[in-house]
């Protein structure tokens, strides 16, 4: 029987990207942030809310699909603790119906961070395709409160003028901050004795139809046939200005290593 996942992971590590080829295929779920401010604004009630994500958010065999980042996971808790004093991850997943969880990471956390950076300078957060765009969001969304969300997260004040100075100190404060979201991830799904299946962006968006394919066999949903759309449903926003970033970086940080220790 096909199991119902939450995708866990941190900002820019290629969650849209999966969570778009999974609701493409139309029997795996339709994952959104549900914990995502911009989506929980205006919502009271916790329980009636989750059974709004739960129908809105499965596909018509039963599956549901959610993403969460872990500081929407925190906040979440922090949220509604004074609420319900019982375990409240446990109650969103019997809610939900949960099983499963994808650890979704990016090996590249210089990238990821520069690819937040340049993201919360411009304020845009992908790149859809017409498929994508024409595709219903199953529940409404405030962009403005969640943005607020994400400023809130990293400390970063506001977006900027796009124009992407390189700012060291920004760009290794985000990458800090993102490794220490994986490393909280880590630390739950051990407290938890939580057995995760997890990916890897670099895999996702080099092999995307075998990566897939393999996370459609670990969810026990039925093989694709070869005939069907796996096309990445987004366009990729890396470009020559992230490499860029990436050389200055590496550079600046060799620099400042090499007059630290007197070299």
């Known amino acids: 029987m096909a199991e119902s996942y939450i995708i866990c992971t941190s900002p820019r590590s290629g969650s849209t990207l999966l969570?778009?080829?999974?609701?493409c295929a139309g029997d795996a779920g339709g994952p959104i942030e549900f914990l995502n401010r911009g989506y929980r604004d205006g919502h009271t009630d916790w329980t009636t809310y989750l059974e709004l994500v739960r129908r809105s958010c499965s596909s018509d065999n039963g599956v549901f699909g959610g993403k969460a980042h872990w500081y929407q996971l925190d906040e979440y808790i922090c949220d509604w603790a004074n609420i319900d004093s019982g375990d409240l991850f446990d109650a969103l997943c019997s809610s939900l119906g949960v099983h499963r969880f994808i650890w979704l990471r990016r090996a590249d956390v210089?990238?990821?961070?520069?690819?937040?950076?340049?993201a919360m300078i411009s304020s845009t957060w992908w790149l859809p395709t017409p498929s994508t765009l024409s595709r219903p969001r199953p529940l409404p969304y405030k962009p403005a409160v969640a943005l607020r969300q994400v400023v809130d997260a990293f400390h970063?004040?506001?977006?900027?003028?796009?124009?992407?100075?390189?700012?060291?100190?920004?760009?290794?404060?985000?990458?800090?901050?993102?490794?220490?979201?994986?490393?909280?991830?880590s630390e739950f799904f051990r407290?938890?004795?939580?057995?995760?299946?997890?990916?890897?962006?670099?895999a996702l968006v080099s092999f995307p139809a075998a990566t897939i394919g393999k996370l459609r066999r670990q969810l026990d949903l039925p093989e694709k046939?070869?005939?069907?759309?796996?096309t990445p449903p987004l366009h990729?926003?890396?470009d020559g200005m992230t490499d860029e970033l990436v050389h200055r970086?590496?550079?600046e940080r060799r620099r400042r290593t090499q007059a630290t220790s007197g070299t």
């Open 19 to 23: 969570s778009e080829m999974l609701a």
């Open 110 to 118: 210089l990238r990821q961070a520069i690819s937040l950076y340049r």
């Open 156 to 185: 970063c004040g506001p977006a900027r003028e796009v124009e992407y100075p390189f700012d060291f100190e920004a760009i290794s404060h985000i990458a800090r901050v993102l490794e220490e979201q994986d490393l909280r991830w």
């Open 191 to 202: 407290d938890r004795a939580i057995l995760p299946i997890e990916l890897e962006y670099e």
């Open 225 to 230: 046939r070869a005939e069907d759309d796996l």
């Open 236 to 238: 990729r926003q890396a």
């Open 249 to 251: 970086f590496i550079s």
